[in-house]
């Protein structure tokens, strides 16, 4: 063992390494610190969002006969049967869940000075589209199988409300007398008459049912497969030339319906809100054929919003990537893949709901072939975001009579149809969709 | 002195005191690894960014006679005279410096599972609002003291456009024969007569020049105040019973104009692409007087996109705070704030552009007359957004002129007046204007 150092030595060591502790010690206080205020600005913004969801946890006490006021009365209370469930919205809180195990994966940094532009890649059609989204999008659709994109001009919406406005624009006649007559097939997505109707324009109108459409002259049909709201697969009805198509695939992924093969159509509507369950986001986006009719849509955005939120584009982008990944890279007890949680989700649901309904006489729930799914390789049923319920029996008013039952759902009139139907949610939260599941045992008993 | 410890005690302590040198350097290295992390994928997105800038370098070769397809062409190439400088559109991106420089306080992480639901709080009006982001606006007017939020209901939208078009739906009566007449004095923003009238509705229709207008009956006046595109300040001209107004306020900010007192009117248009540069963002706001007008602007964004971007929400709540702090929280030579940078930089264009035109007989700018400003406590001259440039003498088409010389610039006849007036963008990059200086330098020449 070597010879210790001298006592003098030793002091001196002993207080430089004391300075060096102290040193030390205040650095990592000052790291500690930051990354303490780094936190707080997160959870300053987590618990915005939960006072949020605290703030949906309000008594609904009016109905919501009108799809319009129902949005302001999409939350449920607490309170045992008293508790106000409202299945009305399609609000896909059921994929939270999924998002809270990715991490960083999916989460998004975005720098003060980064995305100021209004402009994305103006040598695009479709100049506020950012390059990495519709990168993203075109992966997503190889990946799944759902889409064709070769040939097809990306442009991006506010949401798909926004593109389908968008698409009512670009198709619609400029120097017609009369407005393009809009129809679709009942039962229709209840906001496509409000949202054709609300300005009165001069250029297209709507023109109600597909199936009894016979007016001459060009038209616009609308094709929504599957079907909001009875989960059906469709294809357009009118079948007359002069007719203009909007296909809205919003539903055509894995979890809820078969993939049978690439859609492959002049102009087609996905979201991201029910692919991927970011409603909040407002981002979707049209594949369309005719470079045109591209044209016209931007230019309807351009007029309606000059462009789409970059930042929505940007974590759409992610958040795609994320959805591809996780399948690409293959399933693992640490990650499952979005659409094996997705699947699974949509599956045990429909099956606990049919097997509290199943033998019920009160109600009845819609018939499913299986098919084949390319995408999983193998026959699989259908299992819709919404279920078309039909109230059996003397109940004429099917949503009267579930209200009554503090369940609010939306009411087949909206869709064009009888009042025996309600379409109700199947993306809410776990805790609203147990309680559906009692609720109905509870009224069948 | 006291005395020293024993020999066996200094070296106890030593090699404690390396042992807890060990250690506490072994967590700093960790902290500093987890921050390196932090910043590559900082970095990812920030090169994403970088490819984007360079695909805006691109030679436009088309002019832009309309400010349709004048979107399309907003990039400048590279190369001396025949360098197209494109200052036709307002793009902000003479912020770009000043956001580069705050680091952290301006940037938002989002996780994955966040801001997923498309509600904010149902228990507002406008239910897509977050509330962060309504509560940073109100303390930015009351930092400002340029609008009274007391009692206004807060509307959010996807930019002003959006909200623009949200005031017309909201105001025009519902069951009238005729479109109500929207009007505003010439010069106007050039979109608003094709925002108006693109769809053709039966709600609203444009009326033209406010100061002409003569028709009896309801109307809708849009006041732009400080005026785009000339930077005046203005007031209401129809001044009639039955007249909605729409104050668009989105230059009333101290960096462009002296603020007189807070804006107190029914119903008040803000952007954040003029306020704080952030344009790719897409998020302006609405303070609304009347209830009632506040339900059917949140009805038509609903209507039209289901709601807001939350992403966008979020990073503009987190901007405009940033602003407010830089504000409140005094300026230092570290760190300037928002307002003391975007001022000082409004005043070098000015001052620059004065001095190149002032003895010039082809051009001639506007005068403005000083004013009192609240903010900033002293007497200070308007410094515009944009400059109204009239080309004097025998120039009739003022935008012709200057394409001809590779500017690009918006003609006086998208404004409702006369081609010898063109507007030019103050907002441009450093390198824009610079060379714009230096073109009209060699122009005069």
Not at 179 to 202: E, F, N, W
Request: charged content about 20%.
């Amino acid at each position: 063992m070597a010879k210790l150092p001298t006592m003098f030595s030793l002091r001196h060591f002993l207080v430089l390494s004391l300075a060096l502790n102290v040193s030390l010690l205040l650095r990592l206080m000052m790291h500690q610190g930051a990354q303490k205020a780094h936190k707080e600005r997160t959870n300053s913004v987590t618990e915005e969002h939960h006072n949020i969801h605290k703030s949906r946890m309000v008594i609904s006490s009016s109905s919501s006969s009108s799809s319009t006021s129902s949005f302001a009365n999409s939350t449920s209370t607490t309170g045992g049967y008293n508790r106000v469930i409202n299945l009305d919205h399609g609000d896909p809180t059921a994929y939270e869940r999924f998002w809270r195990q990715t991490g960083d994966k999916s989460t998004i940094t975005i720098q003060g000075w980064q995305s100021m532009s209004y402009f994305s890649d103006v040598t695009n059609i479709c100049w506020f589209l950012e390059a990495e989204f519709g990168r993203e999008v075109v992966r997503l659709h190889n990946v799944v199988g759902n889409a064709v994109t070769e040939g097809r001009h990306i442009v991006v919406g506010t949401g798909s409300s926004q593109l389908f406005l968008a698409a009512l624009y670009a198709l619609s006649p400029t120097d017609s007398p009369e407005p393009i007559s809009v129809v679709c097939a009942t039962p229709y997505y209840s906001s496509y008459p409000s949202m054709t109707d609300h300005l009165k324009s001069g250029l297209y109108k709507w023109g109600g049912d597909a199936e009894s459409y016979e007016k001459e002259g060009p038209y616009i049909e609308l094709v929504t497969s599957p079907n909001n709201p009875d989960g059906h697969v469709r294809r357009s009805k009118v079948n007359r030339s002069q007719g203009f198509l909007v296909h809205d695939l919003a539903y055509y992924w894995p979890q809820y319906t078969p993939i049978s093969a690439p859609a492959d159509h002049d102009l087609t509507l996905f979201t991201v809100s029910k692919s991927t369950g970011h409603a909040g986001m407002r981002i979707g986006w049209a594949l369309v054929k005719d470079q045109e009719v591209a044209k016209k849509m931007t230019k309807f955005i351009e007029l309606n919003t000059i462009g789409v939120s970059k930042d929505s584009q940007l974590r759409a982008a992610k958040v795609l990537r994320a959805v591809s990944d996780s399948w690409e890279l293959g399933n693992s007890k640490e990650s499952e893949s979005f659409f094996k949680f997705s699947h699974k989700l949509m599956a045990n649901r429909w099956k606990q709901l049919r097997l509290v309904v199943e033998s019920s006489e009160l109600f009845s729930l819609p018939k499913f072939s299986p098919a084949f799914c390319t995408f999983f390789n193998q026959v699989l049923e259908p299992q819709p975001a919404f279920v078309w319920l039909k109230c059996e029996g003397n109940v004429e008013d099917c949503e009267s009579f579930l209200r009554g039952h503090n369940i609010l759902t939306r009411s087949g009139t909206h869709f064009g149809v009888s009042p025996k139907y309600v379409r109700i949610s199947m993306l809410d939260t776990d805790e609203n969709f147990n309680q559906f599941l009692d609720r109905l045992s509870a009224i069948m008993s």
